[in-house]
């Protein structure tokens, strides 16, 4: 039973995906024999694209559309079957149709795909073998027993897909208190410091996408203790974030010296042990047990600190262990919230809805998207040229006996952008070539049985793992579709060699194909750098006052400025695969990315001493102070059109700002600093944001 508690979501979601497909086989064999199964087996696999590890509202709102969108894309295709040339032309409308699908987001990845892989498999079967009509219909009834099938085994899974999202969110947070570890480790100004920031950035983008996944099964679930006590150690994890964030303040007053090595060592060290007590307690969320090793208080983690007494440093160490403590204390009321009564939520149930990402498709989004600027828009064209190429150039290569293979090396190759596309390119390759080798072990085999049970195996491999190893679902793709090919029309022979030029060949026409109406990320930098100034200073709006609570509205706006920053951060991601003279300029948007970090690390200590220490402070004066630094910080985030003046380095992060007495005694002071700071900081992110944005426009 602990082995089953195991099994992640994505790879439950394949088994599942790989049970009802071969339900349907068997079923279909059984009532209409074999060919006619095969025919629909074409159309249970596209609409099962679209079934990921989700709730069954999505569920029921995706696969539909996935086995629309198929059906449709193999009754074209089987209607210009006949006509060479006329197919290609409707190869690339299908192509274009499919891609302005992501019009309507990330929701839309799978579904976009569907279509494709339909006019791939149509394309697999042998010439006038069924008529057209006959072949949608066969398509159609695979498509809609998946559809059948996938709110069967979504009902059966969600509560534990439920759980596994929350342990993925812990998981996902634990994760980021390590990166966060090995960053404060490296040294600085190295390329580990730069690999290290690489990393922290990307778990900053996986645990945002953790967390939302959270929120949209655990918000969602019926009232009960169970869900009840979910809610609550969401909420704590979404809130543990900002406490993670404000760790990283002031640290960098200590200088570089080996006390300051040695200090900044000791709070990674913390944090690591941080770290494993969360990811202890995700591990006793997945198994259902009581947790082993709970989080122990972490003492004086600068008892033995190499720090003089007249030494100003010694100043600011009783505030950087007191954000240990707090993220310690955070982790263990977590962990105590595994096997306790559930705390009464902050937020009521419909409160929570607002939180829910949207889903739908609504038409409105889909016409924003035609325009020659819409990267949505420029892709789909991009990838109806590149996929109606590759087909005419499948019928006139040597081996024209299989020119769907070429399209869809370069449909599965073929991104958005160029980073992804490289990173395809080279998984594709190598998984391809690993299934043609599995598929020569298989062409010994002459069990129709046993071969369908490894197309089955290899069908659920291909979807459990797209998102988390492409290489072995290109591995495990390459012997579905041979196997595919095969089962239709086994005198047809695997036919290993064309399989490897075209998808070899696939992925250089996919790579050169980037380069069409290329949406290089300096297009969307005024964009995205407005948003995130707008974002933040809505954030800094709700956070800078007495009046802030801990409802909707801030909660609201803080989620909308880590989703702005956490777009900034894709781009700068993003461009490092992207051609020098049109890259951007990465330091000016880094400056931009860290100093909005900061700022929100900023905010979040401000919202906590307001929200925990309120008794402690002199009210008129902090409001008059807060309306003073909201009006600032609002003033300085104003996107203008030339630079604010200069920020000197040590304008306010001088270690002779800091207060004498410890945040523990008198807070005033503390807070006081806090907010002359996060002025500071509102106005470099203007100014790193005006620079960005001229060097960009001058290249």
Same mark, same amino acid.
């Given at each position: 039973m602990t082995f089953l508690r195991r099994i992640?979501?994505?790879?439950?979601?394949?088994? !599942?995906?790989?049970?009802?497909?071969? #339900?349907?086989q068997f079923l279909i064999t059984a009532l209409a024999g074999h060919h006619a199964a095969q025919l629909a087996l074409s159309g249970a696999v596209c609409a099962s694209l679209a079934d990921v590890p989700n709730t069954l509202s999505r569920t029921r709102s995706r696969v539909p559309v996935a086995a629309v969108l198929s059906v449709a894309a193999a009754l074209v295709v089987a209607l210009l079957d006949p006509h060479p040339v006329a197919l290609g032309f409707g190869i690339g409308a299908i192509a274009f149709v499919a891609m302005m699908t992501m019009a309507w987001g990330a929701r839309a990845g799978a579904v976009s795909f569907a279509p494709i892989l339909a006019l791939v498999f149509t394309m697999a079967v042998p010439e006038s073998s069924v008529s057209p009509w006959v072949l949608a219909g066969w398509t159609a009834v695979g498509a809609a027993a998946y559809f059948v099938w996938s709110l069967a085994a979504g009902a059966v899974l969600q509560r534990r897909l439920r759980t596994l999202s929350l342990v993925q969110a812990l998981r996902a947070m634990a994760d980021l208190f390590r990166l966060r570890a090995a960053l404060l480790a490296s040294a600085p100004d190295s390329e580990q410091?730069?690999?290290?920031?690489?990393?922290?950035?990307?778990?900053?983008?996986? !645990?945002?996408? /953790?967390?939302?996944?959270?929120?949209? +099964?655990? +918000?969602?679930?019926?009232?009960?203790?169970? *869900?009840?006590?979910?809610? *609550?150690?969401? %909420?704590?994890?979404?809130?543990?974030?900002?406490? #993670?964030? &404000?760790?990283?303040?002031?640290l960098d007053l200590l200088g570089?010296?080996?006390?300051?090595?040695?200090?900044? $060592?000791?709070?990674?060290?913390? %944090?690591?042990?941080? $770290?494993?007590? @969360?990811? *202890?307690?995700?591990?006793?969320?997945?198994? $259902?047990e009581v947790l082993a090793v709970p989080a122990s208080p972490l003492g004086d983690v600068f008892a033995d600190a190499p720090v003089a007494a007249h030494d100003p440093r010694m100043r600011l160490l009783p505030a950087v262990v007191g954000r240990l403590h707090n993220l310690n204390d955070d982790v263990a009321r977590i962990q105590a919230l595994l096997d306790a009564d559930p705390d009464t939520p902050v937020l009521s149930r419909?409160? %929570?809805?607002? +939180?829910?990402?949207?889903? $739908?498709?609504?038409?409105?989004?889909?016409?924003?998207? +035609?325009?020659?600027?819409?990267?949505?828009? /420029?892709? &789909?064209?991009?990838?109806? @040229?590149? %996929?109606g190429a590759a087909y005419f150039i499948g019928l006139v290569s040597p081996w024209a006996s299989h020119p769907h293979w070429l399209v869809l090396g370069v449909a599965v190759v073929l991104r958005g952008n160029l980073e992804q596309t490289l990173a395809r390119r080279n998984a594709r390759v190598l998984g391809t070539l690993v299934g043609c080798v599995v598929v020569v072990g298989l062409a010994l085999v002459h069990s129709p049985f046993l071969l369908g049970a490894v197309f089955l195996l290899a069908v659920g491999t291909a979807h459990a793992f797209v998102l988390q190893r492409y290489w072995l679902t290109a591995t495990a793709a390459t012997v579905m579709a041979l196997l595919q090919a095969h089962?239709?029309?086994?005198?047809?022979?695997?036919?290993?060699?064309?399989? =490897?030029?075209?998808?070899?060949?696939? !992925?250089?026409?996919?790579? &050169?194909?980037?380069?069409?109406?290329?949406?290089?990320?300096?297009?969307?930098?005024?964009?995205?750098?407005?948003?995130?100034?707008?974002?933040?200073?809505?954030?800094?709006?709700?956070?800078?006052?007495?009046?802030?609570?801990?409802?909707v509205a801030p909660r609201l706006a803080r989620r909308r400025a880590y989703d702005a920053?956490?777009?900034?951060?894709?781009?700068?991601?993003?461009?490092?695969?992207?051609?020098?003279?049109?890259?951007?300029?990465?330091?000016?948007?880094?400056? =931009?990315?860290?100093?909005?970090?900061?700022?929100?690390?900023?905010?979040?200590? =401000?919202?906590?001493?307001?929200?925990?220490?309120?008794?402690? @402070?002199?009210?008129? =004066?902090?409001?008059?102070?807060?309306?003073?630094?909201?009006?600032?910080?609002? &003033?300085?985030? *104003? #996107?203008?059109?030339?630079?604010?003046?200069?920020?000197?380095?040590?304008?306010?992060?001088?270690?002779?700002m800091l207060p004498v007495e410890a945040p523990a005694r008198d807070v005033m002071p503390w807070l006081l600093r806090r907010l002359h700071v996060l002025e500071t900081d509102a106005r470099r992110i203007q100014q790193a944001a005006s620079e960005a944005l001229g060097k960009a426009a001058r290249r």
């Open positions: 992640p979501a994505h790879v439950l979601n394949g088994i !599942a995906v790989a049970l009802g497909i071969g #339900l349907i410091e730069a690999a290290a920031m690489r990393g922290w950035i990307a778990g900053e983008t996986a !645990a945002a996408e /953790r967390l939302q996944t959270a929120r949209d +099964f655990v +918000f969602i679930a019926p009232d009960s203790d169970t *869900a009840r006590r979910n809610i *609550a150690i969401l %909420l704590r994890l979404i809130d543990l974030r900002d406490v #993670l964030l &404000a760790s990283r303040l002031d570089n010296d080996n006390t300051a090595r040695w200090v900044l $060592g000791q709070v990674s060290s913390a %944090l690591q042990r941080i $770290g494993e007590s @969360l990811e *202890a307690a995700a591990g006793a969320l997945r198994d $259902g419909s409160e %929570l809805q607002n +939180f829910v990402a949207p889903e $739908g498709w609504p038409l409105a989004a889909l016409k924003a998207q +035609f325009s020659g600027a819409s990267p949505v828009f /420029r892709h &789909a064209v991009r990838a109806s @040229l590149a %996929l089962l239709v029309h086994p005198a047809g022979g695997f036919a290993i060699p064309e399989r =490897v030029a075209d998808t070899v060949l696939g !992925a250089a026409l996919a790579w &050169a194909f980037s380069y069409v109406l290329p949406s290089w990320e300096r297009r969307s930098l005024p964009g995205t750098l407005g948003r995130t100034l707008k974002e933040l200073a809505d954030y800094a709006a709700h956070a800078l006052t007495l009046a802030v609570a801990d409802g920053i956490e777009v900034l951060a894709g781009l700068l991601q993003r461009t490092g695969a992207e051609p020098e003279s049109v890259r951007l300029p990465v330091q000016d948007v880094a400056k =931009v990315l860290d100093h909005g970090q900061r700022l929100m690390a900023h905010l979040s200590v =401000v919202r906590m001493i307001l929200l925990r220490r309120r008794a402690e @402070l002199d009210e008129p =004066v902090v409001a008059e102070a807060l309306a003073a630094t909201a009006a600032s910080v609002a &003033a300085s985030l *104003a #996107l203008h059109d030339t630079p604010l003046a200069p920020v000197p380095d040590d304008a306010a992060d001088g270690l002779s």
